[in-house]
């Protein structure tokens, strides 16, 4: 039974996500669960190869399969609506997540593997990729203003290939300022998920970067634990182990749904 019963950063196959809402939710209850916030990418139309297709089908599935796991766990209905993406009508919350750089009216992902970064990196930003990082955490500045979250989604989502690339160095002074102006931009006690979906992919660690949670901790933001699962199995992936290196980071406590309220859970 993991220390943190929830996350509420679940794909399906609504969207990007390998398996049906039924199935995440089984595989929650199984990891110990009390509540499980499914949270589809909301549609964007410059991008439509990974998003919400059809929102009723997903709203009638949702409501069917509440009822029919009433009692045994929580289910919330949330979104994860891109800086540039359509806000649904009705959610429990919103994790705000940018995904994209908007560069000249057209948009460029940010979260692509190694070469189709090094590709926008020297297309768009003629090889340096510290102006790219600079509009990336302008772009992360934005959200509280124009989406206003419950949770701040993969803060440094800016260095997802990085293990392979190489590009960024986090020590540069040019990207630490940019990164420490998205911070400062953050509202008091706003909620940033500490994102498991790279390392349960192998891929590298947890968002946001060591440093990165250091600064945020002492600006007294606060941390909610996040599968940001597109496979059953990454839901609860690395819990107890993330929240022990939270705590050698200096991180007391760490926020969780318990229902639709946001608890804090010491640890
Ligand atoms: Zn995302
Ligand atoms: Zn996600």
């Known amino acids: 039974m993991p220390l943190i019963k929830s996350n509420v950063h679940t794909h399906t196959t609504f969207c990007d996500g390998k398996d049906s809402m039924e199935d995440m939710i089984k595989a929650a209850v199984e990891v110990g669960f009390d509540t499980l916030g499914l949270s589809f990418h909301s549609y964007t139309a410059f991008d439509p190869s990974y998003c919400i297709r059809d ?6 599935e949702f409501e069917r399969l509440k009822r029919e796991y009433d009692g045994r766990i929580c289910l919330l209905n949330g979104v994860e609506l891109d800086l540039y993406g359509e806000r649904p009508s ?14 000249g009216g057209r948009h460029y992902p940010v979260d692509c593997r190694a070469p189709g970064f090094v590709k926008i990196i020297e297309k768009v930003f003629a090889g340096d990729v510290y102006a790219a990082a600079e509009l990336f955490y302008r772009e992360a500045g934005e959200l509280s ?8 989604g993969h803060f440094d989502l800016i260095t997802c290939s ?22 400062e931009k953050l509202p008091r006690g706003a909620v940033v998920e500490v994102n498991l979906g790279r390392l349960f992919r192998g891929q590298g660690g947890m968002y946001p970067s060591p440093w990165l949670v250091r600064e945020l901790n ?4 606060r941390f909610m634990l ?6 059953k199995e990454a839901l609860g992936f690395m819990f107890d182990e993330t929240c022990k290196q939270l705590k050698e980071l200096g991180v007391k406590s760490l926020a969780r749904y318990s229902g639709n309220k946001i608890e804090e859970v010491e640890l």
Not at 92 to 101: A, K, N, Q, R
Not at 145 to 152: I, L, R, T
């Open 145 to 152: 203003e124009s989406v206003a979250p419950d949770v701040y």
């Open 55 to 60: 929102y009723l089908a997903y709203m009638m």
């Open 218 to 221: 002492a600006r007294g933001c």
């Open 226 to 231: 996040s599968s940001d699962a597109h496979k």
């Open 162 to 183: 990085n293990a392979e690339h190489g590009l960024i160095d986090e020590d540069n002074p040019r990207y630490r300022r940019a990164a420490l102006s998205a911070v």
């Open 90 to 103: 009705v959610c429990d919350y919103v994790i705000g997540s940018v995904h994209y750089f908007r560069v």
